[in-house]
């Protein structure tokens, strides 16, 4: 490559992140937003198919923080707040640890409710004892015979499945909105910083 190609690429990158100084990170932003949502989605189907108890305040209380706290890192983001990016990645977290709570949950407590289910001519007492273990994790809407919400399914193993999609989803949508701030910030921030070391050469001499 000679060196007037190479000026030509620099100067079109500095193009880039002068428009970065009057443009908000939209990208950025958009990206978290749709992380929030999913993460949202995949609380809605957990909470729909758990019994409500002490552990369903700890569930509503973390959505609350994540709707919250997420809403003000979007904005930050969107802001060229490069902390804020670190955020992001620490939603991306939370989002792939939660798959190990509820959705494992699900599958194990739907698990023992259908083998219940199944040893219920054969052995009522251990048919008993699994579905009595069951009911304690499961919602109504999963062990009733009722239709309320079928549009989700009564099947633990399906409703799992969409909580680990969706929150696999939300994790990455947080994820790459980190990278993407933080890597448009560094840029920006280092592009300032040569601005103001230029300036200050310029008033030296």
């Not at 909470?47 to 919250?68: A, C, D, H, Q």
């Not at 989803?169 to 993407?180: D, E, P, R």
Request: net charge positive; glycine share 6%; hydrophobic share 45%.
């Amino acid at each position: 490559m000679s060196k007037i190609q190479t000026i030509e690429i620099l100067d079109i990158e500095n193009v880039k992140i002068e428009k970065m100084r009057y443009q908000k990170n939209s990208l950025g932003y958009i990206l978290g937003f749709g992380g929030i949502i999913f993460s949202v989605l995949a609380s809605f189907i957990a909470l729909n198919s758990m019994r409500p108890g002490y552990v369903t305040i700890i569930k509503i209380l973390m959505n609350v923080f994540i709707l919250l706290f997420g809403f003000l890192t979007c904005e930050k983001v969107k802001a060229y707040k490069k902390e804020y990016s670190f955020v992001m990645f620490g939603f991306a977290i939370v989002c792939v640890l939660r798959i190990f709570w509820v959705p494992l949950q699900l599958i194990t407590a739907w698990g023992d409710y259908k083998k219940g289910a199944e040893l219920a001519s054969t052995d009522s007492v251990r048919s008993k004892a699994l579905i009595s273990k069951a009911e304690k994790i499961l919602g109504n809407s999963m062990i009733s015979n009722s239709k309320t919400n079928a549009y989700l399914g009564q099947s633990g193993y399906l409703r799992a499945a969409l909580c680990i999609i969706l929150l696999l989803t939300a994790a990455s949508f947080f994820a790459i909105s980190g990278y993407v701030s933080y890597s448009k910030t560094t840029k920006l921030n280092k592009y300032l910083n040569n601005l103001e070391s230029d300036d200050n050469d310029s008033k030296n001499h």
